[in-house]
């Protein structure tokens, strides 16, 4: 798991691309919510995706899988209506 910068709000600002380690993970199961802390302080005005790679495993030692996904067999990602986004946050990676 790891973020990546999708660039600053502000004109001017940072650009899209810096990836930042995350140093703590915790999943709470009955909320089924997972909470991240990364290496770094992160920039103001400034959004990230969170990037979970098929390197995570369940507790029974199992790769998690995406829990939804296009017909092609592409994840679905949430980008607002930004294609451009989703496309520069593969380039990234």
Known sequence: MFLVSLGSTL??????GRTVGVNQVVWDTESRTLYVESDELLDQHTRYVLIVTRGVRDEAGDPVESPARHSDGS???STSGRRGTRHRIFESV
């Open 11 to 16: 004109p001017g600002g940072a650009p899209a």
């Open 75 to 77: 994840d679905m990602i």
